[in-house]
């Protein structure tokens, strides 16, 4: 298991794109929870994913990056900008990419018009969006229906769709909340060799249940349960903490068993 830094650095001198000190989330109002409870976090370039139980606080981690949900204490900072600030969130929105779990849309618009509309909103030079979309499309694989109307696509169309508008303004950080359901196995691994070439360039984060798809796509796991930071290390780190004793089908998801069965509130931790 890697130890998790927690001293401050200052932006302009190490190379984390996303990161967080103490950070805390708090939801459902005066009477709610943390959904995010003292998380310290270093991530840089390169494909993450993310992973924990239902209610471990995935979703609202991945709100909070992308600047949907507001931090309730600590600290966070993205590509160099620190959250909270009375400074305007627009000129660090337009160099990210979210893919929410589940995301609205105009069931009229076409393809690319949806990804066109996206690309508007995220205040892209007039002229660069016709180029920049048709790469999108042709990198999901959707070049081909770009003037079909979403409505009349499947669910894994749409998934990727949704996966287009959130690459389309080339993101430094990417978060991508559980961008596999729907998908088809083909689809899927097409989607891993997508987010390996993307994270060349970028800080991919994925939110995931599927435990194999971190084992295949991912070169950094981190582990969530209760809010807290369970482990981050690499899928072979996470795969070797787990033993025979311990549920699952494969090395890595008995790791992530049994990093969850000794996680925060359970006995043995």
């Not at 309730?72 to 779990?101: D, F, I, M, N, V």
């Not at 690459?167 to 196995?185: H, K, M, R």
């Not at 582990?223 to 033993?243: I, K, Y």
Request: glycine share 12%; proline share 6%.
């Amino acid at each position: 298991m890697r130890a998790v830094g927690a001293e401050e650095v200052a932006p302009t001198s190490h190379p984390w794109e996303i990161q967080a000190d103490g950070l805390v989330v708090r939801v459902g109002g005066r009477r709610g929870r943390n959904a995010v409870n003292e998380l310290t976090l270093r991530l840089g370039r390169g494909v993450h994913g993310l992973l924990g139980p239902n209610g471990a606080g995935k979703t609202t981690l991945i709100r909070t990056l992308a600047t949907v949900q507001k931090p309730s204490a600590g600290s966070l900072s993205l590509l160099g900008t620190p959250l909270g600030r009375a400074t305007g969130l627009r000129p660090l929105r337009r160099r990210l990419g979210y893919l929410p779990q589940h995301f609205g849309y105009y069931k009229r618009f076409t393809v690319r018009e949806f990804v066109e509309y996206l690309a508007w909103l995220k205040e892209m030079p007039p002229e660069a969006i016709p180029g920049a979309v048709q790469r999108a499309l042709e990198k999901v694989g959707l070049a081909d229906r770009a003037d079909d109307r979403l409505k009349t696509l499947s669910g894994g169309m749409v998934r990727r769709a949704g996966i287009a508008q959130a690459i389309v303004n080339d993101p430094e950080v990417l978060l991508l909340d559980e961008p596999t359901v729907g998908l088809d196995p083909a689809q899927r691994l097409s989607f891993r060799e997508l987010v390996a070439e993307l994270g060349q360039q970028a800080c991919v984060l994925i939110s995931t249940h599927l435990v194999e798809d971190v084992a295949a796509a991912c070169t950094d796991v981190v582990l969530v349960s209760e809010g807290s930071l369970v482990f981050q290390g690499t899928p072979a780190e996470l795969a070797a903490a787990g033993t025979t004793d311990h549920v699952g089908d494969s090395p890595i998801e008995r790791g992530y068993t049994a990093l969850l069965s000794a996680g925060p509130g359970r006995s043995g931790w």
